[in-house]
């Protein structure tokens, strides 16, 4: 199956591609060479015509001469033998007659003289005229050539343009018959399982031999019914073209060699007995075992993954002359095979990584991080801690408050400021001055850098408590599995101080490195709330509810009245009393009133909701339906909120003294708290406020341990006779034992409860392993 993949890569890539590539490049070079041709036989004629034009000119040019020459000649013979013919005379007047002969004679070679120069210009003025136009002939067959270059060039584009589009057409059919020869591949490695799965049939089946040769008989029918399709297709492709037509490559088909070659990859490339020893390799593999081989299966499965025939390909796998209802049925069988084979794989895929999360787990558990992620001890002091750092909170809020620091407290936006969108910002000054109060997260705050796997929050809470931190917060893991924590204390000093007393702390906690964040106060970016918030009515009603909110929280979280009471019955008007509760909210609680975000740090309240958020009172137009839609969701988020806080009522004698908000899921036997029907928001919030439980008691099925842990120290020696094998005490009765044992031999149980609350920490580990925690080339402390 991977050969026949790779085999049909290779025709793909090189192949098919290759050759439209070289018939796009052969109509290009021929479309040039056919310019250069018409050109260069243009430029020819040229040359030709203006030198048949000069050549003409030189011979009409000498036969004017000529003639003129010649015909003076025979005018001067002409009259020289008119004058002997007249001789010489004895007359007196021979001599005037001589004269007047000489004269006549002289005027007869002027004449002829003349007569020859007019000749001469009128032989000349008509050579002149038969070179000119002869020379406007040139022309026009220069311009003629001109033109016919001209003509040329746009038949070579429109002929270029062609064969591109055609060689194009030709490219996009070869991309074609690439993904059917990928599909063709891909039914060869479907068929090569199946050669897998049967092969262990054949071995126990003795009619083996029959089948055998029934499915050679099937494979030869599809061998052939392939190679008739591969021929259709390159005739398809051997279609005459502008530039194909003439080549012999066009002419001739594929040869012989190459269609065995693309059969071959079309329907598999192996042997069936080739294919069974491969799925029987793979299947050897598979049941071995091993961490590498589940990557590999992995790789391998995503690589074989198929989708499922319709019945129009399925038949063409089937041979021509089947019956139509028996390959209806063939289909129908195939189906179940195909869902039955998918649910084999995703069972095995949920397998492997189930085995992969149990190995990591072992690998992990005695680190810092899984202690600090998954196990109750530390979820519970999570818990604790929020809620002691909100009481520390309230305490400086409250007493601030009295000495009137909040006089001037108010959350409107300066008067320039425009709504336009949610997520508008402006910027305040920062430093926790009136009127917004804002701080700086960074500003007191000590952050411990690349804290390993290996070390536990709770080990630096341990040794940083006493400097009277007001906020901690952790980052997620990264890729080498270490984590930054930031301490923000409630002054410089106290930073300072938590800063200088590392390298006094116990190892490996003074080898970590600790550095200020920030030490100056900057401007904030404030985010921007529409003016629907800044309506008398909406301000009313926000006060209402964020009193209501206040309550709830110091209820579910033990608070003492007198930490929010008195910010609730402060006098003055709507808009100073609300946006004195909103304050108290973000700064006790980490909750954001107008985003209606609720936040287990400060660091992450200020980057979803900024340093506050401050109502404006002027909009653009375009944006005024922006604010109703906000108000819509932020109502609906507080109203959640409130039917979360609504949700507990207590059960009279159940009460917890440490905690009132012990059970979300309604089970009076255990908490003392039941929920009502919620909406999945409002559960969401209702669990944050449930204090999570420890196994405590034998009646707790995940301390099982413990109960066997006694029953290994007692001894019954007689029906009403025990043992304590620790101490040997004798006893009456077997609760006393194990009472006995609970009471003085704690080390016993420590042990026990450990490994219980372990347990727990793994089951939670597996349940949602982090897709993000990597551990290839990570080196895992042996013990923590």
């Known amino acids: 199956g991977k050969e026949s993949k790779k085999e049909s890569k290779k025709a793909t890539g090189s192949g098919l591609l290759d050759d439209s590539d070289e018939y796009g490049k052969e109509s290009k070079k021929e479309s040039e060479d056919y310019e250069k041709e018409s050109k260069k036989e243009s430029e020819e004629y040229g040359k030709e015509s203006k030198k048949e034009s000069e050549e003409y000119g030189k011979e009409s040019k000498k036969e004017s001469k000529k003639e003129s020459e010649e015909y003076g000649k025979e005018s001067k013979k002409e009259s020289k033998k008119e004058s002997k013919k007249e001789g010489t005379s004895d007359h007196p007047d021979d001599e005037k007659t001589r004269s007047l002969l000489d004269d006549s004679e002289r005027l007869e070679k002027k004449e002829s003289k003349k007569e020859l120069e007019e000749y001469g210009k009128a032989s000349k003025k008509a050579s002149k005229k038969e070179s000119d136009e002869y020379g406007k002939e040139s022309k026009e067959s220069e311009e003629h050539g001109k033109e016919s270059k001209k003509e ?122 080739a294919k069974k020893k491969k799925t029987n390799e793979e299947r050897a593999k598979k049941d071995s ?49 195909y869902k039955a084979e998918q649910e084999r794989r995703v069972h095995e895929r949920k397998e492997r990584e189930r085995r992969n999360a149990a190995k990591n787990a072992e690998l992990l558990k005695g680190t810092g991080l899984f202690f600090d992620t998954y196990h109750p001890l530390a979820k519970v002091r999570s818990f604790d801690l929020r809620v002691g750092l909100a009481v520390r909170s309230a305490q400086g809020f409250v007493e601030a408050f009295n000495a009137g620091k909040f006089k001037n407290c108010h959350f409107r936006a300066p008067e320039n400021s425009v709504f336009r969108a949610a997520g508008d910002h402006c910027k305040i000054p920062g430093g926790y001055q009136e009127p917004h109060f804002a701080i700086n997260p960074d500003l007191d705050c000590v952050t411990i850098h690349n804290v390993p796997l290996a070390i536990s929050v709770w080990q630096l809470v341990d040794q940083i408590s006493e400097f009277g931190f007001s906020a901690l917060a952790c980052t997620a893991p990264d890729k080498g599995l270490a984590r930054n924590i930031k301490v923000r204390f409630g002054s410089g000093a106290q930073a300072r101080a938590c800063l200088h007393a590392f390298s006094n702390f116990p190892e490996p906690l003074n080898k970590l490195r600790a550095a200020l964040m920030a030490t100056s106060c900057e401007d904030l970016q404030a985010t921007l709330v529409p003016p629907i918030a800044a309506r008398a009515e909406e301000m009313e009603k926000d006060m209402t509810m964020s009193a209501i909110i206040i309550r709830g929280f110091g209820d579910r979280f033990g608070l003492p009245p007198i930490l929010f009471e008195p910010i609730l019955a402060a006098e003055g008007q709507v808009e100073e009393k609300l946006d004195l509760q909103i304050l108290y909210l973000r700064l006790v609680h980490n909750f954001c009133f107008y985003s209606a975000e609720w936040c287990d740090d400060v660091w992450s309240l200020h980057a979803k909701s900024g340093a506050v958020a401050l109502r404006t009172v002027k ?67 209702a669990k944050r406020f449930v204090r999570p439980e420890i196994p405590k008691s034998d009646e707790d099925p995940s301390a099982s341990k413990i109960v066997e842990k006694i029953a290994e120290y007692k001894e019954q020696l007689e029906p009403n006779k025990f043992k304590c094998k620790k101490c040997s005490k004798l006893f009456k009765g077997d609760d006393f034992v194990a009472k006995h044992i609970r009471k003085t031999h704690v080390d016993i149980l420590d042990a026990a409860h450990q490994e219980v609350l372990l347990e727990a920490a793994r089951t939670a580990y597996l349940e949602d392993p982090p897709a993000s925690w990597h551990l290839e080339g990570i080196v895992l402390p042996e013990a923590a």
């Open 289 to 337: 075992g091993g961490e590498e081989d589940d990557v590999k299966e992995n790789h391998e499965e995503a690589e074989d993954a198929v989708e499922m025939l319709n019945f129009r390909e399925f038949l063409d796998e089937l041979p021509e002359e089947i019956d139509p209802s028996v390959a209806v049925e063939k289909y129908s069988q195939y189906q179940i095979a």
């Open 619 to 685: 909009v653009e137009q375009a944006y005024a339906a922006a604010g109703g839609a906000w108000r819509l969701r932020q109502q609906a988020t507080l109203q959640a909120l409130i039917a979360a806080l609504n949700a507990f009522k207590v059960i009279p004698g159940q009460e917890d003294d440490n905690n009132k908000t012990n059970n979300v899921d309604g089970d009076e036997g255990k908490g003392g708290v039941e929920a009502l029907s919620l909406s999945p928001l409002a559960l969401s919030f």
């Open 152 to 273: 040329s060039k746009k038949e070579s584009e429109e002929y270029g343009k062609e064969s591109k589009k055609e060689s194009k057409k030709e490219s996009e059919e070869y991309g074609k018959e690439s993904k059917e020869s990928k599909k063709e591949s891909k039914e060869a490695k479907k068929e090569s399982e199946e050669y897998g799965k049967e092969s262990k049939k054949e071995s126990d089946d003795p009619k083996g031999d029959d089948k055998d040769k029934k499915d050679k008989k099937d494979k030869k029918n599809k061998d052939k019914k392939e190679k008739k399709k591969k021929e259709k297709k390159h005739r398809k492709r051997a279609s005459p073209s502008r530039s194909s037509a003439s080549s012999p490559e066009a002419e001739d088909p594929a040869t012989p060699a190459k269609e065995d070659k693309d059969a071959e990859s079309q329907v598999g490339g192996a042997s069936p007995d």
